[in-house]
């Protein structure tokens, strides 16, 4: 095994879109991801081609959402994982968004969060958004606080602070970026979690999302919305992380870490919660 291991997330917004596309396939030849967790998948494995649904090197789980062709969330490996754990909770498992995964003493959690946008652009969903987050974070707090070595990552749909997107003032009142939003990741980092790119990075002009519209992505008018959280566990074994702008073949663009092969070597126990409520930290 090599001494590092190269660790992505890619929201592809339609894998079979972005597969027709040829760009997850040159992705995969080009960087070589030892873990790539996938958001918005928007398909069953069944709807999936062979090339997609297992391509070549990789082993592949999903969870995916009861509505066709929304949502989901992939996790590929060239290892086979020790443990795999599809769900969280009812009211969120419908729409496919997270996914556990465990290698040796390395756990990775792939999530989709939620958009707090309503069907009429009200901001109607940013509670369910919020329940989302608060789950997740039940659901890893005794493992964490415990040292295992855990990394969160995928599209968190929240630019946590001015840096992270390019027009701060004109967006307070837009989803992903208002106040009770950006609270919800100063909790995070409050806890313990460690927003892996900001940990190498301090500086602005980084975005990992644009709209389609206008030409954002090529004037970079974007948001960093896509994360990867290391536990303080997991921290000291991440060597860097990146922001792969130029990948193309999404919305999104992949962001990742590189971390040491040691992370995933001791004993785990699994990544136990506490219980199956959603209040509290």
């Given at each position: ?7 992505l ?20 030849d ?14 069953t494995p ?9 391509p ?11 509505q066709?062709?929304?949502s989901g ?13 599809v769900g969280?909770?009812k ?5 496919g968004r997270?996914l556990?995964?465990?290698?040796g003493?390395?756990?990775i ?14 901001n ?6 919020l ?6 974070h039940r659901?890893?707090v005794?493992?964490?606080k415990?040292?295992?070595?855990i ?22 009142k837009?989803?992903?970026f208002?106040p009770?939003?950006?609270e ?18 301090p500086?602005?002009?980084?975005y990992?999302?644009w ?34 702008k130029?990948?193309l ?5 992949p962001?990742?870490?590189?971390v040491?092969a040691?992370i ?16 509290g930290?």
């Amino acid at each position: 095994m090599s001494d590092l291991i190269k660790i992505l997330s890619w929201n592809v917004n339609g894998l079979r879109a972005c597969g027709n596309k040829g760009h997850f396939a040159a992705w995969l030849d080009t960087h070589g991801p030892d873990i790539a967790a996938l958001q918005e998948v928007r398909a069953t494995p069944e709807q999936l081609p062979e090339a997609l649904r297992q391509p070549p090197g990789y082993v592949a789980h999903f969870n995916a959402a009861e509505q066709l062709g929304y949502s989901g969330v992939g996790t590929f490996s060239k290892r086979a994982p020790d443990a795999v754990e599809v769900g969280l909770f009812k009211k969120y498992d419908l729409e496919g968004r997270f996914l556990m995964t465990r290698y040796g003493a390395l756990t990775i959690v792939n999530g989709y969060f939620p958009n707090g946008n309503g069907k009429e652009r009200d901001n109607s969903r940013i509670p369910y958004k919020l329940g989302f987050y608060r789950a997740v974070h039940r659901r890893l707090v005794k493992a964490m606080k415990a040292g295992e070595r855990i990394l969160v990552m995928g599209d968190f749909n929240t630019a946590h602070t001015e840096l992270d997107l390019a027009r701060p003032k004109q967006n307070v009142k837009t989803s992903g970026f208002t106040p009770t939003e950006r609270e919800e990741l100063d909790q995070w980092v409050a806890a313990g979690w460690v927003d892996t790119f900001r940990h190498f990075e301090p500086g602005p002009d980084h975005y990992s999302w644009w709209s389609q519209r206008l030409g954002a992505r090529e004037r970079n008018v974007g948001w960093r919305i896509d994360y990867v959280f290391a536990s303080p566990g997991a921290m000291p074994f991440v060597r860097e992380a990146m922001i792969q702008k130029d990948v193309l073949g999404s919305d999104h663009c992949p962001v990742g870490v590189i971390v040491d092969a040691a992370i995933m070597d001791g004993r785990s126990n699994g990544t136990s919660g506490e219980g199956e409520g959603e209040a509290g930290r």
